[in-house]
């Protein structure tokens, strides 16, 4: 199992968890996690990814080790606010590979057509 870190970043007056694996050299990757998932569920894909990635998998508001704010909604300008702290958080002028899974591939695709500077071409 590939050993990961965890670092905490403040958006929007809340302290949010991102589970980091790999070299800061390589690649970026950004995982995010649907619905009923957390951060730690990539884990899997981390162990069976090919080569050196550095991967990036924030736990959104309310899961895993993220805050709960207690507001009973998710604004989509929050969650792209999340993905795009989590694809600077070490290197900002890295573009990065974007995965999602569920309502995340959303916030994935969105921040990729909003703010294209940010995101790997293969």
């Not at 805050?67 to 909604?73: P, R, T």
């Amino acid at each position: 199992m590939k050993p990961s870190e965890s670092v905490f970043i403040p958006i929007r007056g809340l302290k949010y968890h991102c589970r980091i694996w790999g070299d800061a050299g390589a690649p970026q990757l950004v995982l995010l996690h649907g619905f009923q998932d957390v951060s730690a569920s990539w884990q899997f894909t981390v162990d069976a990814l090919q080569g050196k990635w550095h991967v990036i998998a924030p736990d959104w508001r309310g899961y895993g080790l993220t805050d709960w704010s207690g507001a009973d909604s998710y604004w989509f300008r929050t969650i792209s606010a999340i993905s795009m702290r989590c694809s600077i958080i070490s290197r900002p002028s890295c573009p990065c590979f974007w995965w999602g899974t569920a309502w995340a591939a959303m916030s994935a695709a969105c921040t990729a057509a909003c703010v294209p500077s940010v995101c790997a071409s293969s």
